[in-house]
């Protein structure tokens, strides 16, 4: 495998013998989909989660990603959306200022994205209004409309974790093969995005209390698997990552802005300001296991 290809895909090291693997799956696959191709490959590769279900998802990603390595040939996709034009996203949102105090609110609720309107909002709530725009989120993930009385008021997400920070790794004390097998407790808040005409003061330090534990559960639900800390990067000078701070996530310092898959060392991102939130207390003694 050349520099900068992955060795690591859905959880699993990944090398010439896999990738034979995908190319021959792509290759006898004449007429199905992306996502056939995607499950077939999960079988083959045994890329599933702890309760036996494919990784269809994190898989389609993880071709995706081959693909635009030069790595594997995959069809055209059949939704039209050619994986990386612009996608034009409906505009669901009530745009009409919402200003005041928290407890003016009402009860400020985090609702799981689950059928494909909600998707549709809160992807085009990420495109419009999120610095980074809309990307897929890699691997096991969990997407919430964060709304009030008032309507809809931002959106968040958790994917995976990013696979090595050298604050992070120090901080918990894992090694290499602690930090292979227990990646998946840790989840990576990847988006958080409060509406621009929404001003309420404390608004999104009261989501983050809120998201963790929510997070924690719906993860176990869906995935099989409780995460024991959650991870973010905040990139400064852009935002100063107040709102964490204020919802008590710890800062360990500052990544070397290379990106979660880079094994370049070209540095080719902007530095970002590191901050992790513990789920349990004995989340070291999960982490450093086996």
């Excluded at 989660?49 to 269809?56: F, I, L, Q, T």
């Excluded at 919402?98 to 009402?106: C, M, S």
């Excluded at 790794?169 to 995005?193: C, E, H, K, S």
Aim: proline share 5%.
């Amino acid at each position: 495998m050349g520099a900068g290809w992955p060795t690591r895909l859905c959880g699993r090291e990944f090398g010439e013998e896999q990738l034979g693997v995908v190319r021959d799956i792509a290759r006898g696959a004449a007429g199905c989909s992306r996502a056939e191709i995607a499950r077939q490959v999960c079988v083959a590769l045994r890329w599933i989660d702890e309760r036996g279900r494919s990784k269809a998802m994190g898989a389609r990603v993880a071709l995706l990603r081959l693909a635009r390595a030069g790595l594997v040939d995959l069809p055209a996709p059949r939704n039209g959306n050619a994986n990386g034009r612009r996608l034009q996203w409906p505009d669901l949102e009530d745009k009409r200022p919402v200003h005041g105090a928290l407890t003016q609110l009402g009860p400020v609720e985090l609702e799981l994205v689950g059928d494909p309107q909600q998707s549709q909002q809160w992807n085009g709530l990420i495109a419009r209004y999120h610095y980074l725009g809309s990307s897929a989120l890699s691997g096991a993930q969990l997407r919430y409309l964060i709304r009030c009385p008032h309507g809809v008021l931002g959106a968040i997400g958790f994917g995976a974790a990013a696979w090595k920070v050298r604050g992070r790794d120090a901080w918990i004390g894992w090694n290499a093969g602690q930090r292979a097998r227990q990646l998946g407790r840790v989840v990576n808040n990847r988006r958080f995005v409060i509406l621009p005409w929404v001003r309420v003061p404390n608004l999104a330090s009261h989501v983050l209390a809120q998201a963790a534990p929510r997070c924690a559960r719906d993860y176990e639900r869906v995935y099989a698997i409780r995460p024991v800390l959650l991870e973010t990067f905040v990139e400064s000078p852009r935002y100063r990552g107040t709102c964490y701070q204020a919802a008590n996530w710890i800062h360990l310092g500052e990544t070397q802005g290379r990106g979660r898959n880079d094994r370049t060392h070209a540095a080719p991102l902007a530095r970002k300001q590191l901050y992790v939130y513990p789920l349990q207390r004995d989340f070291r003694r999960v982490l450093v296991a086996g």
